[in-house]
């Protein structure tokens, strides 16, 4: 799983070209609330990155909202996309840990079962001889591990 967060660049593009529209003083005083970087610096940023920049943009903004002059319903979409860019991020970080934890007891419960499968087919060639249990027994072909 590989999350995208289109949605949420191109409310941010918008949002940005917005400010442009609004002209050049409005657009260098969101630039300063960025914290100087631009836009699509914060887009590029990891999640957790930009989900924390563009918090504290919407922050700065509403402790301020005459200065700023932001376009309200631009605003309320980087807002939106944001929060949901935020959900996803965390839910795609838990189900990532949860396939981990997953994978790890898998794999434990597969190399018990083979253990005591071993062990077990010891006892009965010992027992019943090799060819008899041979006959008697399905074989498994071990697949190859897979690096993880």
Request: charged share 30%; proline share 5%.
């Amino acid at each position: 799983m590989i999350l995208r967060n289109d949605e949420a660049d191109e409310a941010l593009s918008e949002h940005n070209l917005a400010l442009h529209l609004k002209g050049e003083d409005i657009y260098n005083i969101h630039q300063h609330l960025w914290g100087g970087g631009g836009v699509s610096n914060i887009a590029r940023s990891p999640y957790p990155t930009q989900i924390q920049s563009v918090r504290g943009y919407i922050a700065r903004v509403d402790a301020d909202p005459e200065a700023a002059r932001a376009p309200e319903e631009r605003l309320a979409r980087v807002r939106e996309t944001n929060d949901a860019l935020e959900v996803a991020w965390k839910a795609e970080r838990e189900a990532k840990r949860a396939w981990t934890l997953a994978s790890e007891a898998a794999e434990e419960a597969r190399d018990a079962f083979l253990t005591d499968y071993r062990a077990t087919v010891r006892y009965l060639i010992a027992v019943f001889g090799e060819e008899r249990v041979r006959r008697a027994l399905p074989s498994f072909l071990a697949a190859p591990r897979r690096p993880g």
